[in-house]
């Protein structure tokens, strides 16, 4: 069974940084590109970043490049968002999604996470 | 960027009437590169169809997907009390990959 269970999150000031994890079991990590996605309260999904399978592209929206980086830990069946210079804006539920391909800029996204909320407000 | 805009924002049906949501993009999809999903109060959204037309495991034949280029369609045959949810359209056939606003299927 294909399980994706992120952590990480919660109340951080404007300007903070924040790590987020997803620890992935049930298939081959490895082999598939993984994405971050978050929703903010009430609103609909935003694409946040992609990352392949062998972490040789990375892809990111307009509005977190230069300030999120995206990585994965095979070793740990992980993957990371780090989070820096945080805004209002950035208050969302993030939800880490497995691809279907080990592209990062295709493939849709057959399973997600139950997501980790963050909220960012002083 | 290509911009999906979903279509109606939200749909007032009766269970065992037939749903048909819109999607059209901005500029082309490349390859059909187009999928959708369905997200519940409180839930993770989940895969509904990818490659404009293909049904995801265990996703029932009432739904079904269609359209080529800037135009896209999912349809629901009859509906299940199940299926009053949020939809949403996505494209990743280019970078960024976007998602349309989504649609709200409501109980009539």
């Known amino acids: 069974e294909v399980q994706l269970v992120e952590s990480g999150g919660g109340l951080i000031q404007p300007g903070r940084s924040l790590r987020l994890s997803c620890a992935v079991s049930?298939?081959?990590?490895?082999?598939?590109?993984m994405h971050w996605v978050r929703q903010a309260p009430g609103k609909g999904l935003e694409w946040v970043s992609g990352v392949s399978w062998n972490s040789g592209s990375t892809l990111y929206a307009d509005s977190v490049k230069g300030r999120f980086t995206i990585s994965r830990d095979s070793a740990k069946n992980s993957l990371y968002l780090q989070m820096n210079s945080l805004r209002a804006e950035d208050t969302a539920l993030y939800y880490c999604a497995k691809s279907s391909q080990y592209s990062s800029s295709r493939g849709h996204f057959e399973y997600w996470g139950q997501g980790t909320p963050v909220t960012v407000s002083s | 960027e290509i911009v999906l805009t979903q279509s109606p924002g939200t749909l007032s049906l009766s269970q065992g009437e037939r749903a048909t949501l819109s999607c059209r993009a901005s500029q082309s999809v490349s390859s059909s590169y187009l999928a959708w999903y369905q997200q519940k109060p409180g839930q993770a959204p989940t895969l509904l169809i990818y490659g404009t037309s293909s049904r995801a495991t265990d996703i029932p034949d009432r739904f079904s997907g269609s359209g080529s280029g800037t135009d896209f369609t999912l349809t629901i045959s009859r509906l299940e009390p199940e299926d009053f949810a949020v939809y949403y359209c996505?494209?990743?056939?280019?970078?960024?990959?976007?998602f349309g606003g989504g649609t709200k299927v409501e109980i009539k």
């Open positions: 049930g298939f081959t990590f490895d082999d598939y590109a």
């Open positions: 996505q494209q990743y056939g280019s970078s960024p990959l976007t």
